[in-house]
Each structure stands twice: as structure tokens, then as C-alpha cells.
């Protein structure tokens, strides 16, 4: 009985993961696209209310003329590896949240994406926010925060279906959800792993490439955010490991990532 109990939870397990595209890593996947998206749409609308979102039209343009061509990268190459369906019910937004003291920037399921004005320094021109929206982007593609929250209901919740969770647990599963968008108060109980990492920098090169930009420059932006660590190192780096072994994963891969890059 032991044996048949334990097989069956290990077909569960199977039959409740998901692929990363590009990668093949295989994620555990407790949540589905739609719930996920719903859940991040209402969470994505309650973070832009309270803002303030940046009147500057430079920025704001900026960041949506980026977001846009990676939005059509991403879009043609899933197409192309006829992948489209993983993206159904994305509804892209691109806002910029007015707060020069956080340097961050974050993309929520669905295509839920805002940039703070703190990090438009280090950015500093188009290449280099392609380098940071590339990778958050990754990240949502890539389904991380829905595998951060299928963790975090089996570690808080013992696994609850979505659905449930939220009828029955409201206010934990939100703030579940917040965390493992990258925007909760508690940003260190669900951090990015080093397989995530690696995958949303690997997936950003390639998309940000696809899109026109000078992969290259991921290296200096790296290098900039690393400079700007220090004791208290900016919140872009607080669930994002920087370091010397990062940056040389990056040149590793950058070989692949100039075969999709055409100058525009």
C-alpha cells in the first residue's frame, strides 16, 4: 500500500509539472496560467494605484518603447517554436513608478511590468533598460513566480489548489502571490533560486537580442549594478545574486545570443 501511496504522489508530481522554454528545465506547476494571470492582474492594478506613477514623458516612453519591442520578440519567438499557446491571456502593461530610491524593476505573469526611476541611472539608455526588462520578462515567460508560489503552497498552504487557497486563506495566498511576484514586504521568504537566475539572464540575452539590443551590454550593466552594491546593495540585487561567477556566465553565453542579433 506504501508503494502504490508513494507512486501515486509521484505521478502527481509529474503530472503537475511544467517545461522553461529554451532551458527544458522541468518546474513544479500547482497553479494554472489563468489563475496565476487573474491573481496578477489584480495585484499588478493594486501596486500602480498607489504609485505615484512618473509624469516624465522621457521615461515613460522609453520604457514603453523597450517594452514593446520586447514584448514583440518574445511574442515572434514562441510563435515561431509553436509556443504561442503559452502565452495565451497575456494583457502586456509597461509603467514606470516614480521612486528614486528603489533601484528595481519587476515583471508580474501575464506581462505586468514596472520600472522604478531609481534604476534608470544604472540603466542609463535604452540598450541598458533592455538588459533589466529582458531579464524581468524572463522571468514571467519563464513561469518562475508561478513555480515560487506552487512552492509556497506546498511549504504554507500543504498544496492547496488556487482556488481553494483563496476562498479559504485569502490574505496568506495574496501575500504568497506579491512575494512570489517580486513585489511582497517580505521579499527573502521566496527569492529567485540560482536555477532561475540563470535561466532568466540566459532567456533575457536572447530576448533582448531578438529585440534589437546589443546583448553585449549586459556585461556593463552588470558590472554597474555591482558597483552599486555596497553594504546596503540596491533592491534590484537584494533577491538577485551579482557576482563574478554571474558575469561570466553571461560571456559564456553570449555566442548564442548575437546569432539572434540584428542592430536596428
Known amino acids: 500500500m506504501l508503494k502504490k501511496l508513494t507512486l501515486l504522489a509521484s505521478l502527481s508530481f509529474l503530472a503537475a509539472c511544467s517545461t522553461v522554454p529554451i532551458t527544458g528545465r522541468r518546474q ?6 489563468s489563475e496565476i494571470n487573474t491573481l496578477a492582474a489584480t495585484q499588478y492594478r493594486e501596486v500602480i494605484a498607489k504609485g505615484p506613477l512618473s509624469t516624465n514623458s522621457q521615461q515613460v516612453n522609453m520604457v514603453r ?41 519587476w515583471c508580474m505573469p501575464g ?21 533589466v526588462m529582458a531579464h524581468e520578462v524572463a522571468h514571467a515567460v ?7 508560489m506552487s512552492q509556497g503552497l506546498v511549504q504554507q498552504l500543504g498544496g492547496q489548489a488556487l482556488s481553494a487557497a483563496l476562498s479559504t486563506n485569502a490574505p496568506a495566498t495574496q501575500e504568497l502571490a ?23 539572464d540566459h532567456l533575457g540575452l536572447i530576448f533582448m537580442a531578438l529585440a534589437g539590443y546589443n546583448p553585449d ?16 546593495p540596491p533592491e534590484f540585487l537584494s533577491t538577485h545574486p551579482s557576482n563574478g561567477t554571474r558575469i ?5 553565453e553570449l555566442p548564442e545570443a548575437r546569432k539572434y542579433y540584428k542592430p536596428r
Open 248 to 252: 561570466a556566465d553571461i560571456q559564456k
Open 217 to 232: 551590454g549586459a556585461i556593463a550593466f552588470w558590472q554597474r549594478m555591482e558597483a552599486k552594491g555596497g553594504a546596503t
Open 65 to 105: 518603447n523597450v517594452g514593446r519591442r520586447i514584448q514583440t520578440a518574445v511574442e515572434t519567438y514562441f510563435r515561431q517554436q509553436n509556443a504561442a499557446d503559452q502565452l495565451a491571456g497575456y494583457q502586456w502593461e509597461f509603467n514606470v513608478i516614480k521612486d528614486d530610491q528603489q533601484q528595481n524593476a
Open 111 to 131: 506581462g505586468k511590468v514596472a520600472v522604478y526611476t531609481g534604476i534608470l541611472p544604472i540603466t542609463q539608455d535604452e540598450n541598458g533598460l533592455a538588459v
Open 142 to 148: 519563464a513561469k518562475h513566480g508561478s513555480e515560487r
Open 28 to 33: 513544479l506547476s500547482l497553479v494554472s496560467d
Open 178 to 200: 506579491l512575494q512570489a511576484f517580486g513585489v511582497g514586504s517580505q521579499l527573502g521568504l521566496l527569492r529567485y533560486g540560482r536555477n532561475q537566475e540563470s535561466e532568466a
